[in-house]
């Protein structure tokens, strides 16, 4: 997998409003201000802008291919997260420009 720029926390603090924003999940940054396609809407992004969104969105349960689609908007690697490749985790490729990243991969246990 190819490097990651390294971005801080204060530096993705400043990416807040809807015309400039990112979020922050499993430790990645997300450039989202142009993605529309949402299904809860673009508005659900605010709540979270400049800020880490791990929790709610492990806790929505996305699916696969919304985990996949998140490729397109990377822009970089939180300052001082922790690579991850404990074997729960799946390659994928960014159809447009072939950047590679990691995305965790989450078990459901039906019962």
Known sequence: ???LKEISADEVAKHNSPKDLWVIVQGKVYNVTE???HPGGKEIFQDYAGQDA????EDEGH???AKKQMVDFLVGKLEGAPEEDDGETE???DTN???????KKK???KD
């Not at 420009?97 to 995305?103: D, H, N, V, W, Y």
């Open 54 to 57: 791990t929790e709610p969105f």
């Open 63 to 65: 699916s696969a291919t």
């Open 107 to 109: 078990v459901i246990k």
């Open 91 to 93: 390659e994928v490729i």
């Open 1 to 3: 997998m190819a490097d």
């Open 97 to 103: 420009s072939g950047a590679r990243m990691r995305i």
């Open 35 to 37: 993605f529309d396609k």
